[in-house]
């Protein structure tokens, strides 16, 4: 089956603007985590959802970092004002939520603010 | 402190020969969840291997095995005969709040029990 898509691949924008990036999870899966891949560095939590519940935004960076999802589905990560210190790769994982599962993680997202 | 480290940046091994990734954990937790993920040069995150804190069985996935060490906190990855296409970053990840009830696995709630935390990467190249 499908895993889980991310889009764009690659978004390059100029600082100060708004930029969202977009997940869709595996179909089925009810948590979908979002992190962050700056260079040559490990992976950095940002936000969880999981089911219908309020999603936990303790990793979140700033404020002026915020993310939704929708139907308990696609997620959007948008990021306002973007910095150059925001670029990175951005990764978005789902999971079935229960039992000892592991994360499976999409291809990523790629930003460059210039 | 760092709750995840890998001490080792990069190395390098001959095809068909084994090797070992170093992972160590900090956690105050009886029970968690220990990965290991495959990051290649396509930069998409691909599951290995998964060890429970209550496994009493080292795991393994074919070529993959974990060297579980509980009381010295420590996960070793080991790649057996090792193939060119193994070349790429190697990260080791921590789930905390695993909690086995009666065989039943829960967990805290939100991202406590959720989130992943990852060390910061081995790269491995393996050379023919």
């Known amino acids: 089956g499908a895993g889980v898509s991310q889009s764009p691949s690659n978004k390059v924008t100029e600082k100060g603007k708004d930029v969202e990036l977009r997940c869709d999870p595996i179909?089925?899966?009810?948590?979908l985590y979002w992190y962050r891949q700056s260079l040559g560095q490990g992976l950095e939590f940002l936000i969880y959802?999981?089911?219908?519940?309020?999603?936990?935004k303790s990793g979140l960076p700033s404020d002026r970092f915020s993310a939704e999802r929708t139907g308990g589905s696609v997620s959007t990560l948008t990021i306002q004002r973007t910095q150059q210190e925001d670029s990175a790769v951005y990764l978005c994982?789902?999971?079935?939520?229960?039992?000892?599962?592991?994360?499976?993680f999409g291809p990523g997202t790629r930003l460059t603010v210039t | 402190a760092q709750k995840i480290t890998q001490t080792q940046p990069g190395m390098f091994v001959q095809e068909k020969e084994a090797v070992t990734l170093d992972c160590t954990y900090d956690?105050?937790?009886?029970?968690?969840?220990l990965f290991w993920y495959k990051q290649p040069s396509s930069g998409e995150m691909i599951f290995l291997i998964y060890?429970?804190?209550?496994?009493?069985q080292n795991a393994t996935e074919g070529r993959y095995s974990l060297n579980f060490q509980k009381a010295r906190k420590s996960a070793n990855l080991v790649i057996s005969a090792s193939q060119l296409g193994d070349s790429a970053m190697y990260f080791c990840a921590m789930r905390e709040g695993q909690r086995l009830q009666a065989q039943l696995w829960s967990r805290k709630s939100g991202a406590a029990g959720n989130k992943l935390t990852f060390g910061g990467g081995t790269r491995v190249l393996v050379k023919p």
């Open positions: 060890q429970g804190s209550y496994d009493e």
């Open positions: 956690t105050s937790d009886q029970s968690y969840g």
């Open positions: 179909s089925g899966h009810t948590a």
């Open positions: 994982a789902s999971s079935l939520g229960t039992g000892a599962d592991w994360q499976y």
């Open positions: 959802f999981q089911g219908n519940s309020a999603p936990d």
